[in-house]
Every structure is written in structure tokens, then in C-alpha cells.
């Protein structure tokens, strides 16, 4: 029997919460009355089991991945799969590193198959799915650390844009950090690539070996962590401005290729209180008055 997941409208009347597990979800829909209806109907229908699918799988999606063959059965899987395919051949990825964003992409591609809406968005503790109809446009604020309340820069996707995915990864987020950011955000065409991809570059954002980095196994603060024993940040002492500088370019560098190839749109890399952005013009300085919302993981959508 499948387990029935939350499902509540927040007490605004407007955004939808699904909740499952791990998986937390918001959602808003904008267009008519029974077009937005219809499309939550659809994303509470393919919600319900979805986490199930997951963990029928869940064995293969803990492990390395084959760049090019995939094993895998489930549509989530394969979108996962997918995902970090395109970074397995040079480096240790799990179709973990886009669990999120392929969730929020999956229930988006419902209620878009059941309504035709103008606007909407998935987002999946701070990994958001897009829909944007001609002229609209969508307001994200980017925090300064996914634990924290403080916004760091605000951005405008529009309509016209490719962008339709947004994820944030790093040391303070859900998941485990193999680099030093604090926070890395990724613009990118679906959500799932945002996902992989920030988890690539926050990876890339580091100062491997540096004495004030305190490192451990991933399995010893997580037995069935998909990283295993490889080493993952759990504390930052001081670091010089130049040690900052060298950490931030180094994740740049690995942004600045990943945006070459097509893989992402821009990104945002935030360290111990500095900022490095990458063919991410739409990020502009926060002007706080602008905004009326409250915070969901590391992006928010005002």
C-alpha cells in the first residue's frame, strides 16, 4: 500500500506544501481558477508514491554513475541519471547530486500536462522548477548561506531567458559538501541540471589540504551517506583574503567551463562574506524593500 504524503494549502490560499519524508515541497501555480486547481490535483496525484519509486532504486542511485550506460528504470531515476551524467567520466558523482531538482522538475511536468498556466514554480527546499509563459517573469532572492536568514543578491529570470531550473548547493546546505562554500547557486535550463551542477561547482570551491579546514568521512556522520568515506567539510577556520580569492577562483574556473558547455546559464558562488558571479547578469544587488516573502531553503522566490 502506497504511504499517502502531507498535502495542504498554505495559509495564504495560494501556494500548495507537499511534504513526503525528505522531500518538502512549494509550489504556486498562477493562472485561471480551475487551470490551477486542475494542476495541483496533478502534482498531488504524482507526488503520491513518487518517494517509493525512489527507493525501489535507491541502491543504484547511491552508487558512481556510468556516464554513459543507465541501468535505471524509474522516470525520476533517469531524469537523475540524466543529470550528472554529462560530469561522471572526470570525476565521482551519484545520481543523488540531482535528486531535488529532478523531484520539483517531475511535479512540475505534471501539473503542466493537466492545466495551461502562466506561471509556476516547484521548489524543492530551494531547488526550483519553472514555468514561465510569454511575459512573465519570476523573482528569486539568494540567501547568503542556506542555513541563515540574509539576502545576498536578488535576480529576475524572464520568459525570454533559457533559464528554468535554480539550485543551490554547498556546506551548509541538506546534503554534504566535498568544497568550502558556503553557498553556490546554479542557473541552468531544467532544474535537475541546476542541481548537478551546483554540486559540481561547491565541490570545485576549495583549498584542498589547508590546515583550517576540518574534514571527515561522510559515512561516519552518515553510514549510508552515497559519498561513502570521501572526506566532507564540516568547519572553516580563518582564512586570509588571498586564500578566499584562490578558493572562490577555483570554483569559478570550474563554473566558467561548465557555462562554455552549455551545462548551466550562470552561477553564484558565495564564501566566508565574498562574492564571485558567473554569466549570471540577471543578478543584481538586493534592494530588501522589494521583497514580501520568507525564506525556503536557499532561494526565494519573491
Same mark, same amino acid.
Given at each position: 500500500?502506497?504511504?499517502?504524503?502531507?498535502?495542504?494549502?498554505?495559509?495564504?490560499?495560494?501556494?500548495?506544501?507537499?511534504?513526503?519524508?525528505?522531500?518538502?515541497?512549494?509550489?504556486?501555480?498562477?493562472?485561471?481558477?480551475?487551470?490551477?486547481?486542475?494542476?495541483?490535483?496533478?502534482?498531488?496525484?504524482?507526488?503520491?508514491?513518487?518517494?517509493?519509486?525512489?527507493?525501489?532504486?535507491?541502491?543504484?542511485?547511491?552508487?558512481?554513475?556510468?556516464?554513459?550506460?543507465?541501468?535505471?528504470?524509474?522516470?525520476?531515476?533517469?531524469?537523475?541519471?540524466?543529470?550528472?551524467?554529462?560530469?561522471?567520466?572526470?570525476?565521482?558523482?551519484?545520481?543523488?547530486?540531482?535528486?531535488?531538482?529532478?523531484?520539483?522538475?517531475?511535479?512540475?511536468?505534471?501539473?503542466?500536462?493537466?492545466?495551461?498556466?502562466?506561471?509556476?514554480?516547484?521548489?524543492?527546499?530551494?531547488?526550483?522548477?519553472?514555468?514561465?509563459?510569454?511575459?512573465?517573469?519570476?523573482?528569486?532572492?539568494?540567501? /547568503?548561506?542556506?542555513? $541563515?536568514? #540574509?539576502?545576498? *543578491?536578488?535576480?529576475?529570470?524572464?520568459? %525570454?531567458?533559457?533559464?528554468? =531550473?535554480? &539550485?543551490?548547493?554547498?556546506?551548509?546546505?541538506?546534503?554534504?559538501?566535498?568544497?568550502?562554500?558556503?553557498?553556490?547557486?546554479?542557473?541552468?535550463?531544467?532544474?535537475?541540471?541546476?542541481?548537478?551542477?551546483?554540486?559540481?561547482?561547491?565541490?570545485?570551491?576549495?583549498?584542498?589540504?589547508?590546515?583550517?579546514?576540518?574534514?571527515?568521512?561522510?559515512?561516519?556522520?552518515?553510514?549510508?551517506?552515497?559519498?561513502?568515506?570521501?572526506?566532507?567539510?564540516?568547519?572553516?577556520?580563518?582564512?586570509?583574503?588571498?586564500?578566499? /580569492?584562490?578558493?572562490? $577562483?577555483? #570554483?569559478?574556473? *570550474?563554473?566558467?567551463?561548465?557555462?562554455? %558547455?552549455?551545462?548551466?546559464? =550562470?552561477? &553564484?558562488?558565495?564564501?566566508?562574506?565574498?562574492?564571485?558571479?558567473?554569466?549570471?547578469?540577471?543578478?543584481?544587488?538586493?534592494?530588501?524593500?522589494?521583497?514580501?516573502?520568507?525564506?525556503?531553503?536557499?532561494?526565494?522566490?519573491?
Amino acid at each position: 500500500m502506497t504511504r499517502l504524503p502531507q498535502i495542504a494549502l498554505l495559509p495564504d490560499g495560494k501556494r500548495l506544501h507537499l511534504q513526503d519524508g525528505p522531500i518538502d515541497l512549494v509550489i504556486e501555480a498562477k493562472g485561471g481558477e480551475d487551470e490551477v486547481r486542475a494542476a495541483y490535483e496533478a502534482a498531488s496525484r504524482r507526488f503520491t508514491g513518487l518517494l517509493d519509486e525512489l527507493c525501489e532504486e535507491l541502491g543504484e542511485l547511491r552508487a558512481a554513475v556510468d556516464p554513459v550506460w543507465c541501468a535505471l528504470k524509474g522516470v525520476v531515476a533517469r531524469r537523475m541519471h540524466a543529470a550528472v551524467a554529462p560530469f561522471a567520466a572526470d570525476e565521482f558523482i551519484t545520481p543523488m547530486a540531482a535528486v531535488a531538482g529532478s523531484v520539483a522538475e517531475e511535479i512540475l511536468v505534471a501539473m503542466m500536462g493537466a492545466a495551461s498556466l502562466e506561471r509556476a514554480y516547484v521548489n524543492n527546499g530551494g531547488d526550483i522548477a519553472l514555468h514561465l509563459a510569454a511575459g512573465e517573469q519570476f523573482s528569486v532572492g539568494l540567501m /547568503d548561506r542556506p542555513d $541563515r536568514q #540574509g539576502l545576498m *543578491r536578488t535576480m529576475v529570470v524572464d520568459a %525570454a531567458d533559457p533559464v528554468r =531550473g535554480i &539550485a543551490t548547493s554547498g556546506r551548509h546546505g541538506r546534503s554534504f559538501s566535498l568544497g568550502i562554500a558556503d553557498a553556490v547557486t546554479v542557473l541552468a535550463r531544467t532544474a535537475s541540471q541546476a542541481d548537478a551542477a551546483a554540486t559540481i561547482v561547491a565541490n570545485a570551491v576549495d583549498l584542498p589540504g589547508h590546515p583550517a579546514v576540518a574534514r571527515c568521512p561522510a559515512n561516519q556522520l552518515q553510514p549510508d551517506s552515497d559519498l561513502g568515506g570521501r572526506l566532507v567539510t564540516r568547519e572553516i577556520g580563518p582564512l586570509s583574503d588571498d586564500e578566499i /580569492d584562490e578558493a572562490l $577562483r577555483a #570554483g569559478a574556473n *570550474r563554473a566558467q567551463q561548465l557555462l562554455v %558547455a552549455g551545462l548551466i546559464e =550562470g552561477a &553564484a558562488l558565495r564564501l566566508l562574506g565574498e562574492t564571485v558571479t558567473v554569466g549570471a547578469t540577471g543578478i543584481k544587488a538586493a534592494t530588501f524593500p522589494a521583497f514580501h516573502g520568507s525564506a525556503i531553503g536557499s532561494a526565494m522566490h519573491v
